[in-house]
């Protein structure tokens, strides 16, 4: 997260895009309890975003048509991600990035050397606060603040993700996640008398769909990730709130129809942690089915695709 949170500016009229994050960074394979694997993705992340169009009068009280179209590119472009085995098919994620801090669960369907697929449910938090004013200083050097503006952002977002990995190291991620975000912004212009306080509402609501590929190099536990992956935005709808003191009245507006995209790409860097051996679950599973206690073999860890 950055900037004391998370700068989620995503507003229905304003030049501002959305933060997201997109990376995989992780194969599909179980860590194994007490097991588990940090990534660091560092890349370059552009993205654009039309917001939803709305309607004004011109000067000769005809309706016009506005919409807002952004553009972002951000290097460099930092995610993280972590797991933590409870079983041999269970584990906790962790995922943090420009969209906040993302917990979840890795579930993997199956249990062999050459392919895995894993399901990643998880939900998101974002938040961040900031202020600014003006000085204005006389010729005696005395200051006095004005126009202070007051401005907290929070995201909330939840999704699911599906995971493919192969023993080759190639990976695969697709997924969906549904994103809100509230902005607030609290406004004084003027001073004693000609004091007037707005306040204005932002909320979006976005559907985004994503895909990534990577390939991982294992070298001794560290692993070397490039990856690449984009993100459509087909469904933007919001709405504005604004209130001025000075004539005590609320604006509403509400416009949905926008549509945004992101492409990111880069390396990550994983170090992964070896499995507790003592793990009876996977002892039981890797003896020969049926055998004696004088024919079985020696129990033996099942080898991970990020072992191979």
């Known amino acids: ?16 895009v959305t933060q997201r994050s ?3 960074g992780q194969m599909a394979s179980a860590v194994g309890r007490g097991g588990g694997d940090v990534n660091v993705f560092t890349g370059a992340m552009y993205q654009s975003q039309t917001a939803p169009a709305t309607t004004s009068k011109d000067i000769a009280g005809n309706d016009v048509s506005n919409q807002v179209n952004s553009k972002g590119l951000s290097i460099p472009w930092f995610e993280a991600n972590a797991n933590y085995g409870f079983g041999d098919h269970l584990a906790l994620n962790v995922h943090l990035g420009p969209a906040g801090i993302q917990p979840g669960l890795k579930i993997t369907l199956n249990k062999s050397p050459i392919a895995n697929i894993a399901l ?27 126009s202070p503006t007051a401005t907290t952002s929070f995201i909330f977002s939840v999704g699911l993700k599906l995971l493919i990995s192969h023993q080759s190291g190639f990976y695969v991620g697709l997924g969906y996640d549904f994103m809100y975000t509230r902005n607030s912004q609290l406004s004084t212009t003027g001073t004693n008398q000609t004091r007037v306080e707005y306040q204005t509402l932002l909320t979006s609501l976005q559907h985004q769909i994503s895909a990534g590929v990577g390939f991982s190099v294992k070298v001794g536990m560290l692993s070397i990730r490039p990856e690449i992956g984009f993100a459509i935005a087909p469904g933007i709808s919001g709405s504005r709130a604004a209130y001025d003191s000075q004539s005590n009245s609320t604006t ?16 990550g860097f994983a170090l992964t942690t070896p499995r507790t051996r003592d793990d009876k679950g996977a002892e039981e599973d890797d003896r020969n089915v049926g055998g004696s206690e004088e024919t079985e073999e020696a129990p033996r860890e099942r080898l991970r695709e990020d072992d191979i």
């Open 22 to 24: 997109l990376t995989v």
């Open 120 to 146: 990643l449910p998880q939900v998101g938090l974002g938040y961040a606060s900031y202020s600014q004013s003006i000085t204005v200083a006389d010729q005696s050097g005395r200051g006095e603040e004005t």
């Open 252 to 267: 509403t507006l509400s416009a949905s129809g926008g549509f945004g995209w992101a492409f990111v790409g880069g390396f």
């Open 1 to 16: 997260m950055r900037s004391a949170g998370v700068v989620i500016v995503a507003m229905l009229g304003a030049g501002c």
